[in-house]
């Protein structure tokens, strides 16, 4: 008996390790091109129209406290980068009408797109989920969680990552 619980056990920690392996792998292949975007007035967006620009993904919420912790951080980034062609694209699953309220408050100049299928099913399972994609399309570098991006070794990693 003990060697069938122990087997099956064996089994259980296996199945869960592939699962969050196979999660944290999706955060890398998430294919940016095929998400159904809109703009905050309900326009159809294509993150393909980026192309040839490198641009900072942030997927974010209004109610998620380290996503708005960080917006300050990001606007940082953006001061600094966009001068050398960077989009910086905050994405929510919320209604356009909850981020204009957010945007009146805080007018962070990004643009704010919405996400019309759930993050989850990109491998997005915590926000803010942060991706750097370099002129090609390509996602060259995620971050989960806060981070300082308006620093001054985190601006020269994102130039670097891009180059």
Not at 2 to 7: C, E, H, R, S, V
Not at 78 to 103: A, C, D, H, Q
Not at 116 to 129: C, D
Not at 138 to 157: E, L, R, T
Request: charged share 25%; glycine share 6%; hydrophobic share 40%.
């Amino acid at each position: 008996m003990k060697l069938k619980t122990g087997f099956f056990t064996f089994i259980l920690v296996l199945l869960l390790g592939g699962l969050m392996s196979s999660s944290s792998c999706n955060r890398q292949k998430v294919n940016l091109d095929k998400l159904k975007l809109v703009d905050m007035d309900g326009n159809k967006v294509n993150l393909a129209d980026y192309k040839g620009k490198p641009m900072l993904v942030n997927f974010w919420a209004t109610w998620c406290p380290p996503c708005r912790k960080e917006k300050p951080q990001l606007d940082k980034a953006r001061e600094v980068l966009e001068k050398e062609g960077w989009e910086f694209v905050m994405i929510s699953e919320e209604e356009p009408s909850v981020v204009k309220n957010y945007t009146k408050k805080y007018p962070y100049p990004f643009t704010y797109l919405q996400i019309q299928t759930n993050i989850k099913l990109l491998g997005v399972f915590e926000i803010p989920q942060t991706y750097v994609v370099n002129k090609k399309g390509k996602i060259v570098h995620s971050h989960n969680g806060y981070n300082a991006w308006g620093s001054a070794p985190m601006i020269d990693k994102l130039q670097a990552l891009v180059e």
